[in-house]
């Protein structure tokens, strides 16, 4: 039953799949090479065409197959930590052995109650903008929502794919719409021979437009979410920090808010390799110096921890993302080069350890 149920999971995929693969033979066979006249345009069109084609079909494949990143072992509990867990009656006992484990993670937000953020079925402590999907059943990293049309969940490692691909199909339909207007008005001006082409032609033209209108609205609302550094999740329900709720405690501007899902360098921002800045556990935070409990110290970091034993010194965030809190220019050469040798190697997700 398990089984089946997996398998239907990618029916939603299977379905756009099979409209690509008409359309492209709509497009390429019936429209330029069995309708179009002029040899110009049929080069023109197949040329774009094709380059529109493989960029939607590399993104979209990119964003189904590229597993969405867990926490990191730090943020598991310990077997000794569990044990504790198990044996402290639910409440504050509880709480305070979380808040134990947690101390030296880099976690600023909380539960509606001010509680640490726990997975009592992945058994660790919430990175920050990590939630728990139910379809997945896995802790996911800077979770956005999980999608069926691409069989798998948008988050941090994939949100930039997931971004392309919207962009791409979009691109990819207006460009159908586009050139195939002209032809779509013939077929009702009974301009074109009576061919099965025709029907392709009418039918490529109502497809592209109606996907074009449903695509549209749904990239204008993801380049919002961009432009704010908001997840799907995090409009529904705002982050909730130490000291109070604000919706807008990730966003650092629209440059810097980009940077973070698209990276430093802008030569890899239009192609699917993954360039989004950081490792998906902490973020930088508009907030980071507002908060009691969080050291008030130039560029929002805290002082280096004296114990050099943690993983997670009491800091806010990583150093791949501390020059987002900095005022110097990011965009320099120095920036790039450090990020350079991060730029378009294999996901990260395959060095995360995976949840069972």
């Known amino acids: 039953r398990r089984r089946c149920q997996r398998l239907l999971y990618w029916v939603p995929v299977l379905f756009i799949s099979s409209i690509l693969c008409w359309s492209y033979y709509a497009y390429v066979t019936q429209l330029c090479l069995l309708t179009m006249t002029n040899i110009g345009e049929k080069v023109v069109c197949l040329v774009a065409y094709h380059m529109f084609f493989m960029l939607f079909v590399w993104s979209y494949w990119k964003t189904i197959f590229t597993l ?31 808040r134990r484990a947690a101390k030296d993670l880099p976690i600023y937000t909380r539960t509606m109650s001010g509680a640490v953020r726990y997975c009592d079925r992945c058994h660790l402590v919430k990175p920050d903008r990590c939630h728990h999907c139910s379809v997945c059943d896995k802790c996911i990293l800077k979770m956005d929502h999980h999608c069926p ?5 948008v988050g941090f490692s994939n949100y930039k794919f997931f971004l392309l691909f919207l962009a791409y199909s979009l691109v990819y339909c207006l460009f159908i719409a586009a050139t195939d207007l002209q032809y779509f008005i013939k077929f009702w001006t009974n301009g074109l021979p009576d061919t099965q082409a025709k029907f392709h032609i009418m039918f490529l033209f109502f497809a592209a437009a109606m996907f074009s209108v449903s695509l549209s609205s749904l990239f204008g609302y ?18 909730i920090f130490r000291h109070r709720t604000d919706k807008n405690g990730f966003s650092l501007g629209f440059s810097k808010n980009l940077r973070q899902v698209f990276g430093d360098e802008k030569k890899y921002w239009l192609l699917p390799v993954f360039s989004s800045l950081g490792d998906g556990c902490s973020f930088p935070t508009c907030l980071v110096n507002q908060d ?47 990020e350079k040798g991060k730029v378009g190697m294999n996901n990260p997700a395959l060095t995360m350890e995976n949840e069972t």
């Open 149 to 153: 049309w691409v069989n798998n969940c």
């Open 68 to 98: 969405p990143m867990n926490p990191s072992k730090e943020f598991h509990l310990s077997y000794s930590d569990k044990e504790s867990l198990e044996r402290e009656p639910r409440g504050e006992s509880q709480q305070e052995v979380l």
């Open 292 to 338: 009691p409990e969080q050291a008030s110290t130039p560029g929002g970091l805290n002082s280096t921890s004296k114990n050099e034993n943690h993983m997670f010194p009491a800091k806010p965030l990583r150093d791949s993302q501390s020059h987002l809190l900095t005022d110097t220019p990011s965009w320099s050469d120095t920036s790039a080069k450090a």
């Open 222 to 239: 993801h380049c919002w979410l961009v432009s704010k550094n908001k997840s799907t999740l995090e409009v529904f329900r705002a982050p």
